[in-house]
């Protein structure tokens, strides 16, 4: 068991366990999660190496909508961070890690919709491939999100 799991079980004991929450929030505020999505955006745009407005285009996301994400003045929905996720060109791990760290349930592979994203994204698929997909298997699709 890594070090990270450890303290997840050893927090999630402490939570479970605990009598009064300051106290505890005080002992494992070094344990939890604080990462703001505009700083995680941004540290995204330096190791891919990659402008706003690419990501932007390559998620079919509005330079407006787009914006409000990379400024934090708006969070945007599961749906529309994997799509930000597709247009940074980031893998599917890395995805789930963006999902956990703004609390959106990691992709699922027994969930239809996540299954076709996942497969597309291990194929380096665009949106718009993905798209074709998920209207094929007549599930909603990012453009109607």
């Known amino acids: 068991m890594s070090k990270l799991e450890k303290d ?16 505890l929030f005080s002992q494992h505020q070094e344990n939890l999660i604080e990462e703001e999505l505009k ?26 909508t787009g914006y409000q994400y990379f400024d ?3 969070k945007p929905s599961r749906e529309k961070l994997i ?3 597709i247009g940074f060109g980031i893998d599917v791990d890395e995805t789930n890690d963006l999902l956990k760290k703004t609390g959106y349930a ?15 994204m291990s194929h380096s698929q665009s ?14 699709t990012f453009s109607e999100g």
């Open 83 to 85: 799509a930000l996720a």
């Open 8 to 23: 997840k079980d050893k927090l999630m004991h402490s939570l479970k366990k605990a009598t009064d929450f300051k106290t």
């Open 127 to 140: 949106l718009v491939e993905i798209d074709e997909l998920l209207f094929d298997a007549q599930l909603k």
């Open 72 to 74: 934090g003045k708006r």
């Open 39 to 64: 700083l995680y955006l941004t540290e995204l745009l330096s190791k891919k190496n990659v402008t706003k407005a690419e990501v932007m285009r390559k998620s079919g996301i509005t330079e407006a």
């Open 106 to 120: 990691k992709l699922y592979p027994k969930h239809k919709w996540d299954a076709i994203v996942i497969f597309g």
